[in-house]
């Protein structure tokens, strides 16, 4: 390990750091631009000058590796000197604009020539001015060129990290500028990363213009509600109103990386479409009434039902406290197992359960991503978990894992693994039998063949698992072929690391607390004796014994006339389940349907009464997120009009019957939760630091044997197989109330192979009609080169779409014909 | 507009001299120049897809290098050089004469679009400095005399051209 | 005498065909290389004769060759600088245009000597000329079987491609070459790793210039020592010159290395014009700073000039006499610079913008009292700290041009015009 010496300072370090690596260790600051830690080195700013014992010229420190023995100066006359003229350089041309720059206030290069700038500046020339006018480059990021400083941080990550190639540099020398093909990112992923890294107000988010001066704003961090990757970002407020987010750069998985519902999508909590006040239902119809009103209405509705099954269903993207509340009034107030937390599926508890406890790692996914092969199995993690695709890039690209993956639906990441298998829509399931299998067999061809070959041949190796493979009616296959290759890998002693990639973002955190029918928090079993009797003692009630029914059961149940109460918490059921016509049926059977929800969703307005609840920003509360971090939600507003805590109505409605409930705050919650569920118990106290806190895994007792190989699910052959799932700029009833992600993606669109689209006469843009058995939607083509033919796929996060009218139960991947929408007669040309 | 098939084909066999088609971006540019004379968006589009590389990456490919023009330039593109060399042997007079000749600036096109003027950097022919580069010739030891005889039969080279595009027409 | 090695065909009108280069005696050095020598042997020789980069910097040869791991592994490529940018240069175009299969045997002994299989010679894109004929002469090179396969039966395979660059003299800059190869922007890249270990495609890969690989023939075929005996021991050889500006005869000399700057100018390219003075000498293309005409004693090889404060770079030596004006002389240098900056790093995109505006200033007589001092404090800015060695030739130059010229700056701005007009 070589030996250096910084302003005297010895120091021994790792091979390869650099001099300004090795100068942090040491607290010393020296100042750069063009660098940024997540990116190789680019020494293009010449600010980290330094001197070296021995050298002619001073070294950039960010790019020079410490050799053994050298002696390196951090602070002379000559290095202030220098630094002193790179930033008179760079003031040289730069407009003095800052009283009206979004960027003055927080700005690298006013900080940097404040603490090392020259005094005054000697030059006296016209500075140039490229554009007079900003450039609206996208619908969220505008351009200032005269104010580029030339770093290449934004078109690096652009590339590097987030994949998408989008930003460049044209022409050369002084009229260098950073731009988009032909002058426009209208086709890029809209992320806003090259604004975030942007040290000064060259690229902006055009939505934060001109909204404020960043010393007004109130900064509260969070964690971002659009999927379970769970990055950490800080939202800034004014006079309690929404103005922009930016990320929290060290902190969180993801450092300074968001994706564009991130950092663009939490206008939502504007929406208009609030439910302002409790409703209940009077003639038919919703009608607003008192807080008092609607529990004397609640009071009558739960009498008549009662003695009759209830359920309840909550949402994934509901903060821990909140979920373990909801289940725990389920379990003693409703008296039912019957619970569930997604509105698209039934959770395949069974198969789920031993793979939680056997395999499922809490740890930094950074730490997975350096195994030597990271798998990637279903979904479309460049769409639906993007800043999980740009760590993974950025850890492929650096050279710290590999990438294998295997889908139906192919993605953007695919371009740097080192093996892709392609499997049939909904066929995860026969994937990831055919990779075990060639995993033990002497020799194993094609792509299953080759990704079992990178398998084999690492030592460590993680496995990330897309949570849309719980979609089909196959899940529950999928799921036990997972563990079975799973075991597999793990008596070839490859160790295995297992996460999953979660599109909600509490969905682990709604599985640890038992919002499920079968097990109570910290998964244990409801049939258990012990398990319940601890249960029941610390919440003085007794809980059913029996197991209660998951999404499909409840439905069936209401659809049958048969179910009483059903309590929705901030789920969208009947625009969500994957049969429309079911769903419809089922809601409107049910006695008494029960919603509390901020926004007045399709399933609320079927309601009998309404409830409204705090929103997202509005309660304080944790997030569990895929790596099993818990993360503490900043509140930075209060709930709107007559909006209520969730755990407060909670109490509002337990308070409507005669149940043994003692009212809690969040706080008591979290450390109940922390007493009550061991893997849970860091929360103990106080809410998670700012990196978080990681939950551990309970043991699951059950479910070490070894499966036998299952035969794979049979699969729907030929013609178009529809599958569905986020899109990159929505995923869904929160992402579809952003305003501004509605001006980046306002409209679906059905996504087909270049071959499908030519055989059947198709060009990009047509519009289109997508036809099953149940129904048919309207929906413009965009042909995915990555595509395999016969894959045909819709985004579901489009309400007016009603793309569940498509879809019936057990029937997904869901056949369908696609043709061309008949043409609406063009408006006659006035004369 | 789909590319027009030789250049396609051309565009392959460049393409085949590297391990990586992103190095064919150049050849292919150059390619695209001759075959369109310049190089508006759609053509790097087209670039961009027969290579089947970002097109960004061409975009900015088109835009750092001086010899690709992403606006039209006239039929004679005069490239006069005033590096050292050439200004010490006169460069500068015979800018001043060709503006006023032609009645055209430094990187405008003649109304009748024949001519283009640019000034341009050391040609790596200063032993017969000044120079000027017109299309694909170099013509040395200018002097007055002798460029405005060049601009003569360029502009007969011309309208024979055209003469024979005419009668062919016919 | 000193006989012409490099242009010894110069006056045949078909030296530039492989029968005329065979005829005499091309490609035996190849030949002698295949079947004499390993590939290391060759790495001596070259080293043993000395030869030095003819590219501007004059890096030894054979120890630049030397530095290719020989592990096999990567493939290892060969590339040829023509792209030749340097204002006030002009040889590799004349020897790819006049005797083009010089370079494509120095080219095929030297992907011998460090195992590579593929080529590409970079050549600017305005030497159309050039590109056509060494095209023609690769053709022809092929079909003779000193190209492709199996090469005179040794079992060694060589292929080579022209590239041609589109317009930027950044690409003279070896790793912004390789960036320009790989079909990126043409930016230098970091060093290390250095293009012998990690070039193109990150695989080992040597840049050597036109005139380099041109000698390297002659050195097989007439031997090291032969090479090492032509002029000064430390940089010997035979040398081209380009004579060019205010000067009697300008054209392409071939002569010694270490041949006198004033005997070059004065005798073989027939000193000034008639009723003029020398002035000053621009040696080795506008990158090196120029000489006054009292320091035309210098013996022109790369340590000479270095110790005189010049450099001998490409060898482009520009006349200037005392009818011009160095101001403009000095603008115009910076100008070339200015635009010719790649934008990559801060000193040499903004500080060389700055320095052209006060130049323009001064020559238009606009200049401040405090402008010269401004001058010297952006040159210390930009001298040492710029990514590649573009900024330092400039800041290089003027700081010269200052020094040399500072009362000619001087009178500019206290006068306020130019004095020359
Ligand atoms: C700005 C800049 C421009 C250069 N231009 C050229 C050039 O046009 N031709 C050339 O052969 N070398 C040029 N060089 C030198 C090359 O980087 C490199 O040193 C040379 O090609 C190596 O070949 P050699 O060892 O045979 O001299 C340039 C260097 C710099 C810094
Ligand atoms: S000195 Fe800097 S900007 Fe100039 S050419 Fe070199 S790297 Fe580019
Ligand atoms: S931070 Fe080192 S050169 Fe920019």
């Given at each position: ?141 505008i ?27 044209v ?12 002058g ?77 519902r991130g950092r ?8 208009k ?22 529990g ?23 903060p ?68 999980t695709d ?52 002497e ?6 063949g ?87 003692e ?15 059961g ?36 049910a ?10 969703s399709e ?44 755990l ?14 003692r ?18 118990d860091?929360?103990a ?13 309970d ?32 995923n ?100 | ?75 004679y ?51 017969m ?22 601009l003569?039969?360029l ?15 016919e | ?39 290391d ?69 030297s ?15 305005e ?108 940089s ?26 004033g ?102 007589g ?56």
């Amino acid at each position: 390990m070589p030996d250096v010496t910084i302003n005297g300072q010895k120091l021994q370090v790792e091979p390869g750091t650099t001099i300004l690596q090795a100068a942090e260790s040491l607290g010393l600051a020296i100042p750069t631009f063009c660098y940024i830690k997540r990116l190789p080195p680019l020494a293009s700013c010449r600010m980290c000058l330094v001197e070296i014992e021995g050298q002619r010229r001073l070294q950039p420190a960010c790019a020079t590796a410490v050799a053994d023995g050298m002696v390196v100066r951090t602070e002379s006359e000559l290095i202030a000197e220098t630094r002193s003229s790179m930033l008179d350089m760079l003031l040289a041309n730069h407009p003095l604009d800052c009283p009206i720059c979004d960027k003055g206030g927080e700005c690298e290069l006013q900080d940097m020539v404040m603490a090392y700038g020259p005094r005054e500046s000697r030059f006296r020339d016209a500075k140039r001015v490229f554009h007079s006018k900003d450039i609206r480059l996208s619908p969220v990021i505008i351009m200032n060129v005269n104010r580029c400083v030339q770093c290449q941080r934004c078109v690096r990550v652009c590339e590097d990290v987030v994949g998408a190639v989008a930003l460049g540099t044209v022409d050369k020398g002084m009229d260098t500028a950073v731009t988009g093909f032909e002058g426009s990112l209208a086709s890029c992923d809209q992320c806003g990363n090259c604004v975030e890294v942007c040290p000064v107000g060259a690229l902006m988010s055009f939505p934060y213009r001109y909204k404020s001066r960043p010393w007004d704003l109130v900064e509260t961090d969070t964690v971002c509600p659009h999927c379970g990757t769970g990055c950490q970002l800080t939202v800034g407020t004014r006079k309690g109103e929404f103005k922009r987010i930016r990320s929290k750069w060290d902190a969180g998985l993801n450092g300074e990386l968001l994706c564009a519902r991130g950092r663009f999508g939490l206008d939502f909590v504007e929406a208009k479409d609030r439910v302002k006040r409790p409703m209940i239902r009077r003639d038919g119809e919703l009608a607003p009434v008192s807080w008092d009103e609607a529990g004397a209405h609640l009071r009558r509705c739960l009498d008549a039902v009662r003695g009759k099954p209830s359920g309840g269903v909550a949402s994934p993207r509901l903060p821990n406290e909140v979920l373990y509340q909801f289940q725990k009034l389920m379990r003693t107030a409703f008296r039912t197992n019957s619970m569930d937390c997604s509105s698209r599926w039934s959770t395949p508890v069974d198969a789920l359960r031993p793979l939680l406890g056997e395999f499922l790692t809490r740890a930094p996914l950074d730490d997975l991503t350096r195994s030597d092969r990271v798998l990637v199995v279903g979904g479309n993690v460049t769409e639906e978990n993007p800043v999980t695709d740009y760590l993974l890039r950025d850890a492929v690209r650096q050279g710290r894992t590999g990438l294998l993956m295997l889908s139906a639906r192919p993605s953007r990441l695919e371009a740097d693994a080192r093996a892709v298998l392609r499997v049939e829509p909904g066929g995860e399931a026969s994937g990831l039998a055919a990779v075990a299998a060639a995993l033990v067999a002497e020799a194993a061809a094609g792509d299953a063949g080759r990704l079992a070959a990178e398998l084999a041949a690492a030592a460590r190796v993680s496995v990330l698992v897309s949570a849309d493979v719980l979609r089909p009616p196959t899940a529950e296959t999928t799921l036990r072929h997972l563990g079975h290759l799973l075991r597999r890998l793990a008596a070839l002693d490859k160790g295995p690391a297992f996460q999953f990639l979660f599109d909600r973002a509490n969905q682990l955190g709604a599985w640890d607390l038992g919002v499920l029918p079968d097990v109570l928090p910290g998964l244990g079993a409801v049939r258990d004796d012990a398990v319940r009797n601890r249960f029941a003692e610390a919440w003085h009630a007794p809980i059913p014994a029996e197991s209660g029914h998951g999404l499909d059961g409840m439905l069936d149940l209401c659809a049958g006339g048969r179910m009483g109460a059903f309590y929705v918490v901030q789920s969208d059921i009947l625009a969500a389940y994957p049969d429309r016509d079911l769903a419809a049926r089922a809601l409107g059977s049910a006695e008494l349907l029960i919603v509390q929800d901020t926004f007045l969703s399709e399933t609320a307005a079927l309601a009998e009464i309404v409830l409204p609840a705090a929103g997202y920003g509005e309660e304080a509360g944790t997030f569990t997120n895929g790596e099993g971090r818990a993360q503490a939600l900043g509140k930075f507003r209060e709930p709107a009009f007559e909006a209520r805590d969730n755990l407060a109505i909670f109490d509002f409605v337990a308070a409507q019957g005669d149940h043994p409930w003692r009212p809690q705050r969040t706080d008591e919650v979290r450390d109940e939760i922390a007493r009550m569920v061991m893997a849970y118990d860091g929360l103990a106290g106080k809410p998670p630091a700012a990196d978080g806190a990681f939950t551990s895994s309970d043991p699951v007792p059950e479910g070490a044997a070894e499966l036998p190989a299952l035969p794979p699910a049979e699969l729907p052959r030929g013609g178009l197989l529809l599958v569905t799932g986020n899109g990159l700029f929505h995923n869904g009833y929160l992402s579809e109330r952003s305003s501004i992600l509605n001006t980046i993606a306002p409209d679906p669109y059905v996504e087909l192979s270049a071959a499908d689209a030519e055989r059947l006469g198709f060009a990009e843009g047509d519009r289109l009609l997508v036809r099953s058995a149940a129904g048919e939607v309207a929906v413009a083509l965009k042909i995915n080169r990555r595509f395999p033919d016969g894959l045909v796929f819709i985004p579901e996060n489009y309400r007016d779409l009603r793309l569940n009218s498509l879809l019936r139960r057990g029937e997904y991947p869901c056949p369908v014909e696609v043709i061309r929408a008949p043409v609406r007669s063009p408006v006659a040309p006035s004369v | 507009m789909s590319p027009p098939s030789d250049m396609r084909a051309e565009i392959e066999a460049a393409a085949a001299r590297y391990p990586d088609r992103r190095s064919a971006i150049m050849p292919a540019l150059l390619i695209a120049q001759r075959l369109h004379g310049h190089l508006p968006g759609q053509v790097l589009e087209e670039v961009a897809d027969i290579l089947g590389v970002e097109r960004i990456w061409v975009y900015e490919l088109a835009t750092f290098y001086t010899l690709f023009h992403t606006e039209p330039v006239g039929r004679y593109h005069l490239q006069l050089c005033d590096n050292v060399s050439c200004m010490l042997c006169g460069s500068e007079a015979l800018l001043a004469h060709i503006e006023t000749v032609l009645g055209i600036g430094k990187g405008e096109t003649t109304a009748d679009g024949l001519f283009t003027l640019s000034t341009v950097e050391c040609l790596g022919a200063c032993e017969m400095a000044p120079v000027m580069q017109v299309g694909d010739d170099y013509h040395g030891a200018l002097d007055i005399a002798r460029l405005d005889a060049l601009l003569t039969r360029l502009r007969a080279e011309a309208g024979a051209a055209a003469g024979a595009t005419e009668m062919a027409g016919e | 005498m000193f006989e012409p090695v490099l242009l010894k065909n110069l006056d045949r009108p078909d030296a530039h065909r492989l029968a005329a280069y065979e005829a005499t005696g091309g490609y035996r050095g190849l030949a002698r290389a295949l079947k004499e020598h390993t590939p290391d042997e060759v790495i001596g020789i070259v080293k043993a004769a000395n030869l030095r980069g003819r590219g501007g910097a004059g890096f030894p040869t054979g120890m630049k060759w030397g530095f290719v791991p020989k592990a096999p592994g990567r493939p290892k490529y060969l590339c040829c600088n023509a792209d030749e940018g340097e204002p006030g240069t002009f040889k590799d175009r004349i020897i790819m245009e006049r005797d083009p299969h010089q370079l494509i045997e120095g080219m095929a002994i030297s992907a011998y000597a460090i195992g590579a299989a593929t080529a590409y010679v970079y050549i600017r894109g305005e030497y159309v000329k050039a590109i056509r004929t060494l095209g023609a002469a690769i053709g022809e090179a092929r079909d003779k079987g000193y190209l492709g396969q199996n090469i005179l039966g040794s079992g060694f395979d060589f292929e080579m491609h022209i590239h041609e660059g589109a317009g930027a003299y950044i690409c003279g800059e070896e790793t912004a070459m390789l960036d320009s190869l790989e079909g990126k922007r043409a930016q230098p890249r970091l060093k290390p790793p250095f293009p012998a270990v990690e070039g193109l495609y990150a695989s080992p890969t040597v840049v050597n210039n036109v005139e380099t690989l041109a000698c390297v023939p002659h050195i097989l075929t007439r031997g090291d020592d032969w090479f090492r005996d032509i002029g000064p021991e430390k940089s010997p050889g035979p040398k081209l010159y380009c004579l060019s500006g205010q000067v009697r005869k300008p054209g392409l000399y071939e002569l010694p290395m270490g041949i006198s700057l004033g005997e070059l100018v004065e005798e073989h390219a027939g000193g000034p014009l008639s009723g003029r003075r020398i002035k000053a000498v621009i040696p080795g293309g506008v990158s090196a700073p120029v000489i006054p005409a009292e320091g035309l004693g210098v013996a022109m090889d790369f340590d000479s000039l270095a110790a005189a404060g010049s450099m001998l770079g490409s060898a482009g030596v520009i006349v200037i006499d005392d009818s011009t004006c160095m101001v403009k002389v000095a603008t115009r240098i910076i100008e070339f610079f200015h635009h010719e900056s790649c934008g990559k790093c801060t000193p040499c995109r903004e500080g060389l913008n700055w320095v052209v505006k006060v130049l323009r200033r001064i020559e238009a007589g606009r200049g401040a009292p405090d402008d010269l001092d401004q001058l010297r404090d952006l040159c210390k800015g930009i001298f040492g700290n710029t990514f590649c060695a573009l900024g330092d030739g400039a800041a290089m130059g003027l700081r010269a041009a200052l020094e040399h010229y500072g009362d000619e700056f001087a009178a500019h701005i206290d006068r306020q015009k130019c004095p020359f007009h």
